[in-house]
């Protein structure tokens, strides 16, 4: 299966700055998944990534706070805009390696974000 | 509105009790299902997955789940826990939208 690197692990940043989060991929994959764990909840999918075309964003999730970016096939970023310490979570993405869910999504080791 | 639901948010059990976590979907149609687990400071591993063909299924480190369709459930069970089984799990639904959606989660809590 994939193995993904994401990074950074973890960072504090003040409110109102933006972050950028980076997802290698070590193959090719279609799309991109961004997903966010806020403290004690489950993972919310923020959005899908494609390469080549705009991110689709689900709904409570706009571009203006989360601009994502998918240059190619084995890369993209997520950015956290306009930080509150409502955005402290851990952001996640996740591939769907070969295309296909035979093999179940595979997920990057997450960033944890705390905003103070 | 369409969901995956886990009922047991908070589980504490003793090493060699048995286990048996609910996960309910409320999708019509063809569904794809799996179960992650999220042991301390790790990131998200696959437990099992369920397509089609016989609607008990085997994972690992001895965890079955078993789909009824009648019932839109697909329960994580394991006859014997251990101490390291101590983690979140995650029932997933995919709906054929290449979308992952996941319950709330479950926690786990095994006491030696």
């Known amino acids: 299966s994939a193995v993904i690197s994401q990074k950074p692990s973890r960072d504090i940043c003040q409110r109102g700055t933006s972050l950028t989060i980076q997802c290698q991929v070590d193959s090719q994959v279609t799309m991109m998944f961004w997903y966010r764990q806020q403290p004690g909840q489950s993972l919310t999918l923020i959005a899908t990534a494609n390469q080549g075309s705009e991110a689709t964003y689900e709904s409570g999730f706009v571009i203006d706070k989360f601009p994502i970016s998918r240059p190619n096939l084995t890369f993209s970023t997520l950015t956290v805009s306009n930080m509150s310490p409502e955005d402290s979570s851990i952001y996640l993405c996740s591939v769907l390696p070969s295309g296909t869910t035979q093999y179940g999504y595979t997920f990057g080791s997450g960033t944890r974000l705390t905003v103070v | ?112």
Do not use: M
């Open chain 2, 1 to 112: 509105a369409q969901s995956v639901s886990q009922h047991n948010h908070h589980v504490i059990l003793s090493e060699a009790a048995s286990l048996e976590l609910g996960c309910n979907y409320s999708y019509g149609g063809t569904v794809n299902l799996f179960w992650y687990v999220q042991y301390p400071g790790q990131h998200l591993q696959l437990l099992l997955k369920y397509f089609s063909g016989d609607p008990l299924v085997k994972g690992i480190k001895g965890f079955e789940a078993e789909f009824i369709k009648s019932k839109f459930s697909f329960n994580l069970r394991k006859p014997s826990v251990q101490w390291s089984d101590t983690a979140e799990y995650f029932c997933a639904v995919f709906r054929g939208t290449d979308k992952l959606i996941f319950g709330t989660g479950t926690r786990l809590q095994v006491f030696p």
